[in-house]
């Protein structure tokens, strides 16, 4: 199955990385804040930003912390084909191999498989050509431990660009406001694109956890 493509709808919020500070200071100020921006954004916001998730942005490299999990992407690759277990998959454009690595808070949890999304607005779902269970959606992510792994996209070489992949938790049966949700610019300028899509690996083996 090819590439599957989207637009992204509005209405994402979105934070920058958390900086250090006095807690209890941080936590009256933050009250006081709530307060007014509830009352202010319940006023403002359409259904669909009401239920939108809280973005945390951040870079390659970066260890981007999104609350109830942090993660941080480490490298990205390019193949013509890839290889899980005995499996070899190939593709007519280009996979993206985004080597991750996650932590959670509080409890164990998995991540979901995450989107790409390009400048203009379009969105790639990883693909389904690797089985989860090759992927970093596959171990349990807990806290005080890092565990590595891979998310492949098949995408055309014009999505290398200005890339970021979004991290976020799998679905459940219960809706909840505000699911937290890491963003991750990959670092790919227009020389890096070029420089991946000049010389894309002919076969990258996917090495589990």
Not at 26 to 53: F, H, I, K, W, Y
Not at 86 to 101: H, R, Y
Not at 171 to 189: K, M, R
């Amino acid at each position: 199955m090819t590439a599957t493509a989207s637009r992204r709808p509005p209405g994402r919020r979105s934070r920058a990385r958390r900086q250090g500070g006095s807690r209890v200071l941080s936590a009256l100020v933050g009250l006081v804040l709530l307060g007014g921006a509830v009352g202010l954004q319940t006023r403002n916001l359409t259904p669909n930003e009401m239920d939108a998730p809280i973005t945390t942005v951040g870079a390659k490299g970066q260890e981007v912390n999104a609350g109830r999990f942090a993660v941080r992407v480490t490298s990205v690759t390019v193949a013509r084909a890839v290889q899980a277990g005995t499996k070899k998959v190939e593709t007519e454009q280009l996979f993206l191999i985004v080597q991750a690595s996650a932590t959670s808070a509080t409890k164990p949890m998995h991540l979901a498989a995450p989107a790409l999304l390009t400048p203009d607005g379009v969105s790639y779902d990883a693909t389904d050509k690797i089985e989860p269970s090759e992927t970093l959606a596959n171990p349990w992510v807990q806290p005080e431990f890092w565990v590595s792994g891979n998310f492949v996209f098949e995408i055309p070489a014009s999505a290398l660009e200005g890339a970021r992949v979004v991290f976020k938790l799998p679905g459940s049966a219960l809706v909840e406001p505000y699911e937290p949700e890491a963003e991750v610019d990959l670092g790919i300028d227009g020389p890096e694109a070029a420089r991946l899509k000049s010389a894309p690996s002919d076969v990258y083996i996917l090495k589990k956890s």
